[in-house]
């Protein structure tokens, strides 16, 4: 078990929080650059566990980086290993980490072969990557598993572009079959597409590198091959599971707390989410404003039933963030009940939260039904282990708005995903510790 971060609760937060570099908009891009023998700058990269997995991996394959400033790194995969892709230590690393997945696309446009092993991420229930490899074979690569060794493997001497109807709107699989697209012969068109603000930036960065994609932000995309692809710079949107946890932060914790420059535009229906929990929460330019709150209260649906916060693709609600609305809710005034439809074994950190006093009936793998306190009495600060990278922050959040001292191991999970968080927070006046 890794570190763990030991925190005294109940204090009322306050200032401003900056957002990190979009995690997930990171591996995406980072996996982009091995589609081009030229430089590719990026800008605003976060400092974090899984990225720095990545840039690792390709340094081993022999990526040239240079590191220009803080998250800002200059990267030039002109004279690539690919023998580091056969190695054990390739079959290591790459299972490290979920992001590693979209190196197949890049590799097999550009190199005509690709190898991956079962890449790692969260234990959240089953994570199949059939969209990846339907979109693969349909663009014409041979595709084989040795489930011996756990060992994807795809040739191709050549793709071609076709019509691809995805049979699920998968972030990752889009990812991956877009940037295999780029470079094959003629067209291919992607229906089904995911279409989150990571993906639409993963899409303009290559059209910058001279790529041929429209239709980017819709479930459609067209893509026309082309022959190669140049050097460009790209800067990282502000992350926003971030955004979304720091609101949770700033409600649970009765805080005034500014959300600087958070991209407002590219938050879909992240802010009316919190306020449907009855969170104020103010647009001031670019930043979000919210103020202390002494209580808030869940909105009902429009015939007086129980409201329900459930996720979806996007433009839908990030299943990433329902962990954040299902603490939040414990000390909200009245009754939600969280669907997490797309993943099976995210809600079982509700346990933990009962344990410090929240009132929740897990009404199966996929649904919770929160009744709130209404900060009548707090959570009770206790002893807790990450199980994920989302619950593990909000069992963070939990345990900042607790009386008394909490323990959280497994901070691992923690890192996986934000950077400096406890620095950060100590910033905005929490009491909180690695030990
Ligand atoms: C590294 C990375 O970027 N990880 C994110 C990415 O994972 P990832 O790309 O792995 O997730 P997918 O989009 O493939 O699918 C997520 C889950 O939802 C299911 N599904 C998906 C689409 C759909 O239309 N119907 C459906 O049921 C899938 O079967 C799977 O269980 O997207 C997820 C969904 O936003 C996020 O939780 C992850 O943080
Ligand atoms: C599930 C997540 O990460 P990963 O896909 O890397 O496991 C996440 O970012 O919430």
Redesign the pocket.
Known sequence: MSGTFKIKGGKRLQGEITPQGA??EA??ILCAILLTDEEIRIKNIPDIH?VNRLIEILGDFGVKITKNGHGDYTFKADAVNFGYVKSDGFREDGSK???S??LLGPMLARFGEAYMPTPG??K??????D?HFQGFVELGAEFNYDDSHYLYSLKAKELQGKFILLE????????NIVMAAVLAKGRTSIY?A?C?P?LQQLCKMLNRMGAQISGIGSNLLIIDGVQKLGGTEHTMLPDM?EIGSWIGLAAMTKSEITIKNVNWDELGVIPNTFRKLGIMLERRGDDIYIPAQDNYKIQKFIDGSILTVS????PGF???LLSIILVVATQAQGTVLVHQ????SRLFFVDKLIDMGAQIILCDPHRATVVGLNHESPLRGTTLVSPD??AGNALLIAALSAQGDSLIHNIEQIDRGYENIDGRLRAIGAEITRV
């Open positions: 995690k997930n591996l995406q899984d980490l979920r992001g997945i979209m991420g969260d959240i229930g089953r994570r199949r990557l969209t699920e709107a998968s972030v990752t699989g889009t990812a089904n995911a989150e990571y599971v996720d979806a693709p996007w990030t299943p990433d439809k797309m993943f099976e990278i989302r």
